[in-house]
Every structure is written in C-alpha cells, then in structure tokens.
C-alpha cells in the first residue's frame, strides 16, 4: 500500500465528492429554501446527460453539448416546477415525496420513449482525453481533473453570489426565516424560480460532466440521488458550504472504504470472506457515515436554519 | 325492460362467438422493461416474440399469445406480477426474468403451483443444484458456464497472476465461483463492488497498484458501460488485457463504450456468426423486424420461445398434460440458433461454450467467434440435483 496509491485515492474521493457537490447544491438550494423535497433533482440530472449526449453525437462537439444541455434542461426543469412543483410547496414532505416519485417514474418513461431503452454512447471533448501525471507514475484521466476543476469553480461562484449579491442575501434570508422573507415585501415566488432554475441547472451540469465516464443510461439518476441526499442531510439543509463540505466527506469515505476495507479486513480473515464482507460495508460506509453525525449534530454539519 | 334488453344482449353475444375457437395458450413474461437494465429484457421480449410472429402468432402451430410485464428490477413486483398471473390469468407457462435474485423469489413459488417455467436468462447456482425443480427449465445457461469458460481459456493462455471483479450479489458471487473453479493461476486481487455502482475510480487506482497480468470482470449492462469506459481514461486499455463473459460485452453495451472496448476477448454460447440455417433466418429476420442486430439475450428469448413451442407440439396445444409437456420439454426437440442443444439432469444446458473478440465491422461494434473454450459442457451443480 504505497503513499501514491493512497494519495492517488484521495484524489479519486476528491473528484467523486466535486460531482456530488453540484448536485448536492441544487438540491440543499430547493429544500432549504423552497422547504421542497424534490426527488426529481436525479430525473434532471439525467435529462441534461440525455440532451449533452444527443448534441454532441450530432454536431461532434462536446462543449457545444454542455452549453445546450443546461438551458435546455433547465427549460425542461421550469415547465415541471409551472406544472407540477409549484401545487406542493404548501404540501407536507410526505405528499412532495410521493408526487415527486412519481415524476421520477414519469421522466424514465419519457425518456425511454423519446431516446429508446439503450444506452447512449457519450465521449468527452478530444483535449481532455488523455491522462496527466500529477502523481508521479499514476497516469490521472484529464478528464476527471476537469470535474474537479468545474466543481471547486462552481463552489467559488455559488460562493460569491450567496455572500456578495442581493439574490445571495435574500437566498440567505429565505433559508433562515422563509415567512419573514415574504412579510418583508420580496416577490417569493421569483425568488423560488430563480432559485430552482439555478438548483436545476447544477443537476444538469452534473449531468454532462457524468456522461463521458458514467453510463447515460435510463434510471441514472436515482443512483445519485440518494448520495445526494446523505450529502444534504450531513451537509446542513440550506446550506451550500455544508453541501460542499458534506459531498467532499461523502466521496472520500466512500472512496477510501472501497479501496481500502478489503485489504484492511484481508489481514485478519481469509481473502474469500474479507472480499465479500468488505463489500458491503464499503456500501454502508456513507451511512454509517450520517448516521454517525447525525447522532453527534443532529441538524447536519452547517445547518441554515437559525 | 331494461333486464329483458341486457339478457337478449348476452344471448347474442354468447351466440356470436365462434363454434370451436380455440383459446390461445396464454405464456406470462416478467422481464425488466423499464429503467436500469432494460435493454436486457427488451431484448429477450423481443426474440421471443419474433419466433411467434415468425409462425403468424403460433408456436408450434398452436395459437399463443404473450403476456409480457414490467418488473422493473425488483422482486416484490415480480413476484406480485407472478401471482396476479397464475390467480387471475390462469397462466401455466412463464418465462422472462432476467436477473437472478428476481428468479429466486418467484421461479420455487411458481413452480410450486404447478406452472412451468423456462428460464431465458437467470440461471443461479441455487435453483441448479439442490434447489432444481421438474417444472424449471433453463435454455440459456447455469451463471456460472461463461465465466467457467473465460477461466479455462485464460488459464489455456498462460496468464498467471489476474484481477478479478463483479457486483456483490448471488450472480456476481457465481461468476467469480464460476472463474476460479476452471482457473489455475494466481488472483491479483478479488473485488466485489456495489449492484448498480457508477463510479470505479477507486477500483481501477487498486487494480492497477496490484500490477495484474489480466483483468476479468463480469458487470453487466450500465455497469460495464461505466467501468470500460473509465479503465479506457486511466490508460489501462491495450495496457492490461481484458477478459468477460459475453454479458458485459453484448450489442448495446459496445454500442454505448464505443472503441474503448476493441480487442476485449469474452465468452458466450451464441453469436451471430455461428454458422447454421435456424441462426441465419433468426439474425436476418430479428434485424428486418427490429433494425438492430440482435444480442445473446435476443436469442436466449427466441430459443426459449422454440422450446415451449416444440413441447406444444408435442402435446396438441394441452399444457393440462403436464407429464407430456414435460417431458417434451426435457426432450428439447427444436432448432435451436446455437446448433446442438440438450438438458442435463437438472434441466439446465448441455451445449458448446465460445471465445469471441470485439472486432469493427465496418462502423459496427459486434463480437467475432475466435476459439471454442467448452464442448458440451453441463454445469458444476448438476450432481447435486436429486430429479
């Protein structure tokens, strides 16, 4: 077990963590503000892959695919929340679980139906296809270290415009206290579109950014959904320096346990039962994870709410 | 009046029908049509259907029709849909399901009710063995054979140290079984990984410090998709050579990898190039209906489809004759697109196992069959099946 290879997975926990970061955001966004469990924020992230996709199969380009996908699907995400969203934000949790599930449902039918069962072949742009040695000897995929890029430049201008721009005090505010937002006098209802077309936006970037190592098959969302949502709920709901600092936590426990439990459990059982074993706590890891910080910070890491 | 009317309406309608129309046989399918992994079922549905409209909505020469559902990948729908099958359909054959922890719920619960049931694809080591059924038939495979092949021809190549992968769940754990019981080297390293996983960064970084002469893994359907094209981004491609079983290597997953996945070696027990009149009719006639060209799984469903035709044949359509139905079935009297084919003891496969290679025919990804790793292989449980 080399310092390299250790560094090295690092890195990879790092990069996993930057993409759950842009979903995480959108999402911690939706509910911490909007108080809206929107579990169609996976459906999104799919709809944006699916669009990137299709655009840059067709014209060759994947940077032209990135810049149609995110006002396409945040197009897609305006019409849903005019449609259907916007009937549940005065509705309990429970009732946005169950209509948002059933948009879930609704858009792996829709997208069977436009794009086929198939998966679809996606590629990333040619310039970042070959791997750079930032770790001496560990060829490291360009691509993955444009993610990483992407990501901490999203969380630098999230940044900027929670803490420096009206849009960010006010999303600070209706965060906090969202009741006293709206006595104030502030229109809540743009505020709420604008704040979900943003949180939609993130998904579908997260989507392109997916599509050249992930598959971009239907149902992709709902795998990510769920890390997305232990992120949210270690992160602090409302809050995108939780959501950053939980997505961050998020990809490196998981990471690290998938790399390292097997080897760890190999030296005290037998390589047969350490293999299986170290599996499935690996998959547990995260909620171990959230469960544990919960228990020490029953709100989450940098809850918004006052 | 209005009772008079509605009663005079009935007669009618009871004298309109048809003297002597013959039911069709109802065969259920509960298949994976929908989200992750349907490209699995929709193929087996698809095969399946063409060998009936093949013979104008018949299998061998009696009138069927197919009840195909959507399982969605999980087992209480499956199960739920099984039940809804035999209790309000009266359904006596079925078929379809894909993976196999869906099997293990419902094939023992409704081969306990009587119904038969022919698997076109799951064929877990639990249901070959011990848990072997007379009304469970499986024409595709046991989950282990094409692993069991990749081990011996890897072994016949002279790799001595590999890495091997699969999800964690009863057929990844097969599949793994399956390799090592035929190879005789050394393991770099054995990972299971999570069922439905995306990212693999962390197992390829390992993979590669453990400096392995081969790779084999079995992940199938967008699994595979994501782990190919990430091991093609670390470099590893060409690099490492890579090994499977057709599964992680069919139709749709090379059409989604693209060239990351050229050269990859991979075994299977069908490919559109094996050379026999029943494979070329179905090759050409699935591509003229489907304008795709079909996968393993597409003609696991076609055969399937043959199988149970062959028996109502045998039987003139009555599937109440369960002794002759199964033993027609048993007796596996049909065409199939492999070339020869028969049961074993616990009715799974005895057939020839193949080395294929991902070759580019013209702007097409397919497989090409390269050697033959297994002739007439049975399965590792079949000893244990007490039938």
Known sequence: ?306 | MKSRLIALGMAGALLATPAGAAEPVKIGMITTLSGGGSALGIDIRDGFALAISQEGGSLGGVPVELVAEDDGRKPEKATEIANRMIKRDKIGIMTGIVWSNLAIAVVPKVTAKGVFYISPNAGPSKLAGAGCGTNYFNVAWQNDNLHEAMGQYVTEKGYKNVYIMAPNYPAGKDALKGFKRFYKGDLAGETYTKLGQTDYAAEIAALRAAKPDAVFFFLPGGMGISFLKQYAQAGLTGKIPVFGPAFSFDQTILAAVGDAALGVINSSQWNKDIDNPANAAFVADFQKAYGRLPSLYASQGYDAARLIGSALKAVGGDISNADGFRAALKKADFASVRGKFSFGPNNHPIQDIYVRQVVKEGDTLTNKIIATAFTDRADAYAAECKM
């Not at chain 1, 930057?18 to 924020?41: D, K, Y």
């Not at chain 1, 069977?112 to 060829?139: F, H, K, Q």
């Open chain 1, 1 to 306: 077990m080399s310092p390299l290879l250790i560094l090295e997975q690092v890195l990879n926990g790092l990069q996993l963590g930057v993409m759950l970061f842009l979903m995480a955001a959108g999402l911690t966004l939706v509910l911490g503000i909007m108080n809206l469990v929107n579990l169609s924020h996976g459906s999104l992230y799919m709809v944006g892959a699916f669009i990137a996709a299709t655009v840059t199969r067709a014209t060759g380009s994947f940077v032209l695919g990135l810049l149609v996908a995110l006002p396409a699907t945040a197009l897609v995400g305006i019409v849903v929340e005019r449609v259907a969203l916007r009937r549940l934000y005065a509705r309990d949790h429970l009732d946005q679980v169950l209509a948002t599930f059933g948009l879930i449902l609704f858009f792996n039918e829709a997208v069977t139906m436009i794009w086929g069962p198939r998966p679809l072949y996606m590629d990333g742009p040619s310039w970042l296809s070959g791997a750079v040695e930032i770790i001496p000897g560990v060829p490291y995929p360009a691509f993955r270290l444009a993610i990483i890029a992407v990501g901490l430049t999203v969380a630098m201008l999230l940044y900027l415009l929670v803490t420096r721009t009206r849009l960010g005090m006010l999303i600070r505010a209706g965060a906090s206290n969202r009741e006293m937002v709206a006595a104030l006098g502030v229109d809540i209802n743009r505020l709420y579109t604008l704040v979900f077309g943003l949180g939609v936006m993130l998904a579908a970037l997260g989507g392109v950014m997916a599509g050249p190592i992930y598959a971009v098959e239907v149902g992709m969302g709902e795998v990510i959904l769920i890390q997305t949502f232990v992120v949210v709920v270690i992160g602090g709901i409302g809050s995108v320096r939780g959501a950053l600092v939980g997505a961050i936590l998020v990809g490196l426990v998981d990471t690290l346990g998938r790399a390292f439990l097997p080897g760890l459990l190999t030296l005290f059982l037998g390589p047969a039962t350490a293999a299986s074993l170290s599996a499935s706590l690996a998959s547990m890891a995260i909620y171990i994870l959230m469960a544990a910080i919960l228990v020490w910070r029953p709100r989450g890491l940098f809850p918004a709410h006052g």
